[in-house]
């Protein structure tokens, strides 16, 4: 199975910042997600992407937090205002919505 | 939503050990994923195994559906092995899917 690349591996952004974290490429799949883990903690759930459009959210996915597929291809997550609490690894995936799903190997996010 | 409680919390084994790893979840399932978080973080598919048994290598997993657990087997272990194991579950509900994990189990194989 194609691995699913993510950019940048590691982001450095002062509080209150926008940063914008990418998954590319994708290609032939309908499912995409983006999960969180702070450092030390379990991975978390925080948004399903079905066919162009958000089917599922967690209560961590407030406002604050936007995704899309701006080009087709490029899935990405965006943060408007990043807050100390952000600091996590952030994981994007792809699957079918029924058998497995395949992670990328993370941006590692640091607010400072 | 689905509970899932994996134990033990903290592992430590001498290399050429064996050891097994459960995950106990409160749902019915329709996936099951185990993984290996290695020391730069990344997530390492190591079985999509909803029922049944499957083996790779040194390591196998089994899932009995009806009774909500799965087991992982690490035989023979190395130090390469160390690391976080993952166990994740997912119950699908029309258009939404997402994987549930458990806090993970902490390994360390000394040499």
């Known amino acids: 199975e194609p691995e699913v690349t993510q950019t940048p591996s590691h982001q450095v952004t002062q509080m209150g910042q926008e940063v914008i974290l990418r998954c590319v490429p994708i290609s032939n799949h309908l499912y995409f997600y983006w999960y969180r883990q702070i450092l030390g903690q379990k991975v978390e759930f925080l948004v399903s992407f079905y066919n162009n459009e958000i089917s599922e959210k967690s209560e961590i996915f407030d406002d604050q937090f936007s995704v899309e597929r701006p080009d087709g291809s490029n899935f990405t997550l965006k943060i408007r205002s990043t807050k100390l609490e952000d600091s996590a690894m952030y994981f994007c995936a792809r699957g079918t919505g029924v058998y497995e799903q395949y992670f990328g190997p993370g941006t590692r996010l640091t607010v400072t | 939503g689905i509970q899932v409680e994996q134990s033990p919390p903290d592992l430590i084994l001498q290399e050429g050990a064996n050891s097994t790893l459960r995950c106990n979840f409160s749902?019915?399932?329709?996936?099951l994923q185990w993984f290996h978080q290695n020391p730069w973080g990344q997530l390492i598919n190591l079985f999509y195994i909803p029922s049944g048994t499957k083996q790779n290598g040194r390591l196998s997993a089994t899932t009995v559906a009806t009774e909500r657990y799965s087991l992982l087997y690490i035989s023979s272990s190395q130090t390469t092995d160390s690391g976080v194991y993952f166990c994740?579950?997912?119950?699908?509900?029309?258009?939404?899917?997402?994987?549930?994990f458990g806090k993970g189990i902490t390994l360390s194989v000394r040499p």
């Open positions: 994740a579950v997912e119950k699908y509900t029309g258009a939404n899917s997402k994987l549930t």
């Open positions: 749902d019915s399932v329709n996936n």
